[in-house]
């Protein structure tokens, strides 16, 4: 059994690096900026969110840019810790949030995927086996012992797309991201993130396109500023919006 | 597709009003350490694309300091009056464990920083990330190991069963620079000032530690070289190799200094382990 619950879910992203004190005169008009009681100046990214999420379910994150659908994501991967309330997330999660994140670009496909492997903390039996199934899916073929630098765009979407998706996690995490292969994989790439998306208990996915809302979703959940603004059936939100 | 992988624990669970800090930083702690082989993997790649390209690679830098041996052996062993076979072990251990000292050190400033895009898309231990950069200083260092074994073979100095000593001395080097990796990684990428200033620290500690001269050359003030770390620590290394084991004191004061460090680097990391994702 899967299940996600957040109850008062808050995130605030503090403005480290900038000077803070010309930053508030300039900024210090809008409801989402603040200054926290250690006198930081921060940004709203998630506040008093409340959900819950069971086996089954397909949800949508859809709003506007900025309404936090990725640091929702984010947090719920376990990249952030939130500051104020609880969440719980059962089942063994899947992230597909930055694709190429921790690629090496220097190496070949396959130190590649061993590296994936290693960062997703698989054994050496189960590495191999990854490197096997992504090289048949990917089918780069002699370019798969290159370095990944000198692959074209839609090469590294091949090998990204395969590599993330070798896996069935329980609960998975999506953002949006675009397909850029050619139409002969693009066909075989929609099988296999039906599969994916299929074997997972719960799926959530953040995106902006309403015909992946319309085939993938049950449940949609509407952001903005942070904030959740509504949460219902997908055709609903998306009627709600206007589409 | 492959099977369902155990990576993760089954349950995510945190809440902000029982953020359970000490238990989160031993888990990260012990997950961290279960994943070395990434650690490993990492290092052996920052190595390599360092390099890349380059004909003699990280052999540079066993060239590099081949060269200052010789330049340094001979004009300061001419300025203290020593004998070549008399300064040169001498310089030979200080200076290779003093160089693997503060590029670790150094390194150890960026050590979070420089995966700010690991940290920011996946979850994965903040130990794995201070583990490659100990694990990549190692490996550098491990270039300029042989160069003094190359010295005391041209200079029949040679060694007895104390040497041996030298092992506790260098595991107790990786501990502080494990914990000097936590503990500056993250202060690092929260004041951003911190490492311009522990790199001129480190230039300055370069001259104050007995490196280019020896402890008794300071007369009735030796007694308070145990009071700079760097001198204990190195001490544990050198002593064994070259001074036929090292006074009491050095390693009282290494291990109270390691003590020490690691000490700060948990309470640090116990206290701010779930803030870093923001800090990067």
């Given at each position: 059994?899967?299940?996600?619950?957040?109850?008062?879910?808050?995130?605030?992203?503090?403005?480290?690096?900038?000077?803070?004190?010309?930053?508030?005169?300039?900024?210090?008009?809008?409801?989402?900026?603040?200054t926290d009681p250690s006198n930081r100046v921060v940004v709203t990214a998630l506040r008093n969110l409340d959900f819950r999420i069971v086996t089954g379910e397909r949800v949508a994150l859809v709003?506007?840019?900025?309404?936090?659908?990725?640091?929702?994501?984010?947090?719920?991967?376990?990249?952030?810790?939130?500051?104020?309330?609880?969440?719980?997330?059962?089942?063994?999660?899947?992230?597909?949030?930055?694709?190429?994140?921790?690629?090496?670009?220097?190496?070949?496909?396959?130190?590649?995927?061993?590296?994936?492997?290693?960062?997703?903390?698989?054994?050496?039996?189960?590495?191999?086996?990854?490197?096997?199934?992504?090289?048949?899916?990917?089918?780069?073929?002699?370019?798969?012992?290159?370095?990944?630098?000198?692959?074209?765009?839609?090469?590294?979407?091949?090998?990204?797309?395969?590599?993330?998706?070798?896996?069935?996690?329980?609960?998975?995490?999506?953002?949006?991201?675009?397909?850029?292969?050619?139409?002969?994989?693009?066909?075989?790439?929609?099988e296999r993130l039906a599969r994916l998306v299929g074997g997972a208990d719960i799926l959530v996915i953040a995106t902006h396109d309403f015909s992946v809302v319309r085939r993938w979703c049950t449940?949609?959940?509407?952001?903005?500023?942070?904030?959740?603004?509504?949460?219902?059936?997908?055709?609903?939100?998306?009627?709600?919006?206007?589409? | 597709?492959?099977?369902?992988?155990?990576?993760?624990?089954?349950?995510?669970?945190?809440?902000?009003?029982?953020?359970?800090?000490?238990?989160?930083?031993?888990?990260?702690?012990?997950?961290?350490?279960?994943?070395?082989?990434?650690?490993?993997?990492?290092?052996?790649?920052?190595?390599?694309?360092?390099?890349?390209?380059?004909?003699?690679?990280?052999?540079?830098?066993?060239?590099?300091?081949?060269?200052?041996?010789?330049?340094?052996?001979?004009?300061?062993?001419?300025?203290?009056?020593?004998?070549?076979?008399?300064?040169?072990?001498?310089?030979?251990?200080?200076?290779?464990?003093?160089?693997?000292?503060?590029?670790?050190?150094?390194?150890?400033?960026?050590?979070?920083?420089?995966?700010?895009?690991?940290?920011?898309?996946?979850?994965?231990?903040?130990?794995?990330?201070?583990?490659?950069?100990?694990?990549?200083?190692?490996?550098?260092?491990?270039?300029?190991?042989?160069?003094?074994?190359?010295?005391?073979?041209?200079?029949?100095?040679?060694?007895?069963?104390?040497?041996?000593?030298?092992?506790?001395?260098?595991?107790?080097?990786?501990?502080?620079?494990?914990?000097?990796?936590?503990?500056?990684?993250?202060?690092?990428?929260?004041?951003?000032?911190?490492?311009?200033?522990?790199?001129?620290?480190?230039?300055l500690a370069f001259f104050l530690t007995p490196i280019l001269w020896k402890p008794r050359l300071l007369g009735h003030w030796e007694v308070l070289m145990p009071l700079n770390p760097f001198y204990?620590?190195?001490?544990?290394?050198?002593?064994?190799?070259?001074?036929?084991?090292?006074?009491?004191?050095?390693?009282?004061?290494?291990?109270?200094?390691?003590?020490?460090?690691?000490?700060?680097?948990?309470?640090?990391?116990?206290?701010?382990?779930?803030?870093?994702?923001?800090?990067?």
């Open positions: 059994m899967a299940a996600i619950e957040a109850s008062g879910l808050c995130l605030d992203f503090p403005f480290y690096h900038l000077g803070a004190r010309s930053l508030k005169k300039r900024l210090l008009g809008g409801a989402r900026l603040h709003g506007p840019n900025g309404a936090g659908k990725t640091t929702l994501l984010r947090t719920l991967a376990g990249v952030y810790e939130p500051v104020v309330g609880r969440l719980l997330v059962e089942g063994q999660i899947g992230a597909l949030i930055d694709v190429a994140a921790g690629m090496d670009p220097e190496s070949t496909g396959r130190e590649n995927v061993t590296l994936r492997g290693l960062y997703r903390g698989l054994p050496d039996a189960q590495c191999a086996e990854l490197v096997e199934e992504v090289a048949a899916f990917a089918g780069l073929g002699d370019f798969f012992d290159v370095p990944i630098r000198t692959y074209s765009a839609g090469m590294g979407v091949r090998l990204a797309f395969a590599l993330a998706t070798a896996m069935q996690p329980q609960v998975l995490l999506m953002d949006e991201w675009f397909l850029a292969g050619d139409a002969a994989f693009m066909a075989k790439a929609e449940r949609a959940i509407r952001m903005e500023g942070g904030v959740i603004i509504a949460d219902g059936p997908a055709e609903e939100i998306l009627a709600g919006m206007g589409v | 597709m492959l099977d369902r992988t155990a990576a993760t624990s089954p349950a995510y669970i945190v809440d902000a009003a029982d953020p359970q800090h000490l238990r989160r930083a031993i888990a990260d702690v012990t997950l961290g350490f279960s994943r070395w082989r990434l650690a490993s993997a990492l290092a052996w790649l920052d190595l390599r694309n360092r390099y890349r390209g380059s004909v003699l690679g990280p052999f540079w830098l066993t060239l590099s300091t081949a060269a200052m041996l010789l330049g340094l052996g001979l004009l300061y062993a001419a300025l203290f009056r020593m004998s070549l076979a008399e300064y040169l072990p001498h310089l030979a251990v200080s200076l290779v464990i003093w160089n693997a000292i503060a590029q670790m050190v150094n390194e150890a400033t960026t050590s979070l920083t420089s995966s700010e895009g690991i940290i920011r898309q996946m979850p994965l231990p903040y130990t794995v990330h201070a583990l490659r950069c100990v694990m990549r200083n190692g490996l550098v260092a491990a270039h300029n190991l042989p160069l003094i074994g190359v010295v005391f073979l041209a200079c029949g100095h040679l060694p007895g069963p104390e040497a041996l000593l030298a092992i506790p001395g260098f595991i107790l080097i990786a501990i502080n620079a494990f914990a000097a990796a936590l503990l500056l990684g993250m202060i690092c990428a929260r004041f951003r000032d911190i490492g311009p200033i522990v790199a001129s620290v480190m230039q204990a620590v190195l001490e544990t290394v050198r002593g064994p190799l070259v001074e036929g084991g090292g006074p009491l004191i050095a390693w009282v004061a290494a291990i109270t200094y390691t003590v020490l460090l690691v000490a700060i680097a948990g309470a640090f990391f116990v206290r701010f382990r779930g803030r870093v994702a923001f800090w990067v």
